[in-house]
């Protein structure tokens, strides 16, 4: 199983992805990927995700947006809770990039790792037709990404993935 693990070099803080493998001669930790440079928030802006965006109505606002705009919606909203310039680092979810100057970075925000990885986690999820282990993997994919998605926004979330799902099975 892999996790993250933060480095510090020359007094600046890196993350890694990183997987133990077991041997006769116990563990060894393998890194597996570069995620980018870090870079720590404090809460600065205390509102709700339905206050920020000014949604009087959530069913309507689950069912006129699809799930990559209520997701953009959610960066967009902890970016804003954070305080973080979408001038000093650049967030597009088509690419699945997050990015400071053009390099990899790492947002450390809510407990979670917001990068490319995470990004590209929670908006490449696929679901392996078990809903309860489902359930449990794309909230870990919020949680890891930093994102810290109200319930109702997480279950209008899901209940769209699996009726995409269930779209494709009836017309395919």
């Given at each position: 199983m892999a996790f993250f693990r933060i480095k510090k070099i020359k007094g600046k803080e890196y993350a890694y992805l990183v997987e133990n493998e077991w041997s006769k001669k116990g563990s060894r930790q393998t890194v597996k990927g570069y995620l980018g440079k870090i870079h720590r928030f404090q809460l600065k802006n205390d509102v709700g995700f339905l206050q920020h965006l000014g949604i009087g109505n959530f069913e309507n606002y689950v069912n006129e947006n699809?799930?990559?705009?209520?997701?953009?919606?959610?960066?967009?909203?902890?970016?804003?809770?954070?305080?973080?310039?979408?001038?000093?680092?650049?967030?597009?979810?088509?690419?699945?990039?997050?990015?400071?100057?053009?390099?990899?970075?790492?947002?450390?925000?809510?407990?979670?790792?917001?990068?490319?990885?995470?990004?590209?986690?929670?908006?490449?999820?696929?679901?392996?037709?078990?809903?309860?282990?489902?359930?449990?993997?794309?909230?870990?994919?919020?949680?890891?990404?930093?994102?810290?998605?109200p319930q109702e926004v997480f279950v209008g979330l899901f209940g769209k993935l699996?009726?995409?799902?269930?779209?494709v099975k009836e017309n395919g």
């Open positions: 699809d799930a990559s705009k209520i997701i953009y919606d959610l960066f967009e909203w902890e970016f804003f809770k954070f305080g973080i310039s979408k001038e000093e680092f650049s967030l597009d979810l088509d690419e699945r990039r997050i990015q400071q100057h053009n390099k990899k970075i790492v947002l450390l925000i809510n407990d979670g790792y917001m990068c490319n990885l995470t990004l590209k986690n929670l908006l490449d999820f696929k679901s392996e037709n078990d809903e309860e282990k489902d359930g449990y993997m794309y909230a870990r994919a919020f949680v890891e990404a930093g994102i810290k998605v699996y009726k995409t799902k269930e779209e």
